[in-house]
């Protein structure tokens, strides 16, 4: 069998779809993806996809895995990150329905403050996806409880708790080892926010759903899904609270997000300006829990847009525009220096990339250890020059990538 070891993956995946005949089209269709998503993989601006769907590729162009994937097979492994010890207990809640209610439902002022209380946990604390994991499984059986149990206007208020805690699910099972069970949770989301019939939740679940669309390399459906609800949002705009004026912001973001997925620079950064004017509609100090969305926050969404694009001189511009220190949720501010240390990694200067990924990991270490792109990133440079070694080595210590 040949090889192809001096390939990254995405040279790999071109040369052997090449040698199958078979356009980018054809192979997207074959495995459930587009082109663009083939091309971003095949240009290296993705992750490699997960085991099942390396499987399907290599069904696909007839070859075998190891073939397709190579020297990079434990390595794959290790940038997909590992299990948490609570998905399997987030799963199981996921997974039971309340059928009957035996016992009077939680009050739904309860439930609110439940939420709230969950929210800012995972903001505040560094271990964030374990608070989370610990709370999630009582959480969801009780506000599926109340859904179930509640009738009319009541009802459909503990509908849209129940779309705000799969969203909260959702923040849980990102970069985990369970795709199926993410797709569930936010298609859920929506069914329960569309019954609740409550714009906040509508917007809410469309955030969580365009992530998922978009996180599959489904760009064209990530932007429908947003536009969609963005469309349906106007209206209410002008005379929006606080917090829908914060959710429409938040997806006008997310469309400026895929842009940049897609390489559209253009429309990527219209949709960044328009999200950049709701922004500055919201008081200074506000902050909204999901999204994260606000004024403080423009500015990594600057970078990150700066990125996607491959524009790696002006995300570093950007970052040192604003201080990530004033970023206050801990996840938040570390996937923000993370994207900072994969813009300083672009333009090959190590010693910063490895420097703000340090930073990351002190902001929220379960942030970047469970980060495909921060722990590729920090596999890489273990093999960077012998200056930074060390302090890749222990950063690769901390997350759990060596021994």
Not at 12 to 37: D, H, Q
Not at 176 to 204: C, F, I, K, N, T
Not at 234 to 255: I, R, S
Not at 312 to 335: F, L, M, N, T, Y
């Amino acid at each position: 069998m040949e090889s192809l070891p001096e390939l990254t993956f995405g040279q790999r995946l071109k040369v052997y779809r090449e040698r199958s005949g078979k356009t980018r089209a054809v192979l997207g269709g074959l495995v459930g993806r587009s082109a663009e998503w083939v091309k971003a993989v095949e240009t290296d601006r993705i992750l490699p996809p997960r085991v099942h769907m390396l499987d399907r590729i290599a069904r696909a162009l007839k070859v075998d895995v190891s073939a397709l994937v190579g020297e990079l097979s434990d390595r794959s492994a290790a940038v997909n990150g590992p299990e948490h010890p609570a998905l399997a207990s987030v799963r199981d809640a996921v997974n039971r329905f309340s059928l009957s209610v035996d016992e009077p439902p939680e009050s739904l002022s309860s439930l609110r403050e439940r939420l709230d209380a969950a929210w800012r946990a995972r903001h505040q604390a560094s271990d964030h996806r374990t608070v989370l994991g610990g709370l999630l499984p009582g959480l969801l059986r009780d506000v599926e409880r109340a859904a179930l149990a509640y009738e009319g206007g009541e009802r459909r208020q503990a509908q849209a708790l129940l779309a705000e805690a799969l969203g909260l699910a959702q923040m849980f099972l990102a970069y985990q080892p369970a795709a199926e069970l993410l797709w569930r949770v936010a298609d859920r989301a929506m069914v329960a926010a569309q019954e609740s019939g409550v714009p906040e939740a509508v917007a809410g679940a469309g955030w969580f759903l365009c992530q998922v669309h978009r996180d599959a390399g489904d760009w064209d459906t990530a932007m429908a899904v947003t536009m969609d609800i963005v469309s349906a949002l106007e209206p209410h705009a002008a005379e929006a609270d606080t917090n829908l004026l914060a959710l429409w912001g938040a997806l006008h973001f997310e469309a400026a997000y895929t842009a940049a997925r897609a390489g559209e620079e253009g429309r990527a950064w219209r949709f960044w300006d328009r999200a950049d004017r709701v922004a500055d509609r919201l008081p200074p100090g506000f902050y909204q829990p999901q999204t994260s969305f606000s004024r403080v926050v423009m500015g990594a969404h600057a970078v990150k847009v700066s990125v996607e694009l491959q524009k790696s001189g002006e995300a570093v511009r950007q970052a040192r525009r604003h201080d990530a220190a004033a970023i206050p949720s801990r996840p938040r501010r570390a996937r923000h220096l993370i994207e900072v240390a994969r813009a300083h990694f672009g333009k090959n200067d190590k010693e910063a990339a490895v420097a703000f990924l340090g930073q990351a990991y002190r902001s929220a270490p379960e942030t970047i250890r469970f980060n495909g792109y921060a722990r590729q990133i920090t596999l890489d440079l273990l093999d960077g020059p012998r200056f930074i070694r060390d302090e890749a080595r222990h950063l690769a210590m901390k997350v759990g990538l060596v021994s």
